[in-house]
């Protein structure tokens, strides 16, 4: 009886007894993953992780699994619809937790940039403060209000007919200087450096593509531009349907489930039945190859595969009780013979076809 693996703890109640459950349809079966894969035409790691809690099997695998099982696929299909929305329900909380996490990075990588710059620009000096005009400290009269009459400074200059502050010059400033960019203009001007090189960078590349390509000439002298030689025409075989990985020759000693020769593009050709174990010859005219299985066996029960060329593998029984051989080619199914071995001494072929 295979020996199964805990199942996950973060598990949903209801998906970990969906899988509890097709664990007890595979031991009453007495298939190993290996048969079990085989007959449902789904890989030996597909299975592993459904039954072991990792990956909700689709319902296509459900009705398989009943039907080699002989289990109603009514009850079946219930069950599996109640863990699928049990399995949705997991993913969208794991899924709302991520994005909660993904949120809350962008805000603080946000809160990095955005953060004003140093300085606050209503803090500036006005122009009665030192560094304005000449003359305006601190308790002193506006320049702008002072009289020009008799006892007037003889060397203080008469003020701007600009208002201060508004001018050309700027808030303390002198007349006649622009004044300095503030951090934001700085990094406006940049961008819009940036963007303008940016268009003139793709123009330049429009450019350069059609001077290439010769589209920019309608003279007799424009040179079309050579096209590129086509592939030549495949000289294989016809193609093979979708995840079969071989055929024929090139199956020859490969494994028929990852070979993709299993499932529904293999038969069993030939049987046999030597002591408790049921010994098949199993043949994909897909792949045009052919394997031994053995069923219903017990630990150091071998099966193997003989082809009419002399071409043979073996395979072994562990605690999967069965086993299949790699492949041989063979042209048709009467090309093969399996034969057992049991770990008591027993042995038996299937009959000749």
Known sequence: MPRWKALPDELDPQVREFASQLRRLVDRSGLGIAALADRTG?????????????????????????EVTGTHPVHLTTMWELAERAWSRSEMRHDMTMEQIRITQAREALGEFGRP????????????APGGFPGGFPGSRDAASVGHGPGADAGRPRPSA?????????????????PAPSPGQARGRRRATLVVAGVVGVLLVAATVVLLTGLGGDGDDAKPVAASPSPSPSTSGPALPAGVKCAADDCAGQDPEDMGCG?????????ATVGTALIEVRYSETCGAAWGRITQAS??????????????HSGSVDASMDAYTPMVAVPDAAGATACATLANGETGCTPAQ
């Open 117 to 128: 710059p140093a300085g606050d620009p209503a803090g500036r000096r006005g122009a009665g």
């Open 42 to 66: 789904y890989s030996k790691t597909s299975w592993e992780r459904y039954l072991n809690g990792r990956l909700l099997p689709p319902k296509g695998a459900i009705l398989a699994l009943a």
């Open 263 to 271: 499932g529904e593009f293999a038969k069993t050709v030939a049987s």
């Open 162 to 178: 600009v208002p201060q502050g508004r001018g050309p010059a700027g808030p303390g400033q002198p007349p006649g200087h622009a």
């Open 299 to 312: 630990v150091g029960d071998t099966v193997q595969i003989t082809s009419g060329a002399g071409e043979g």
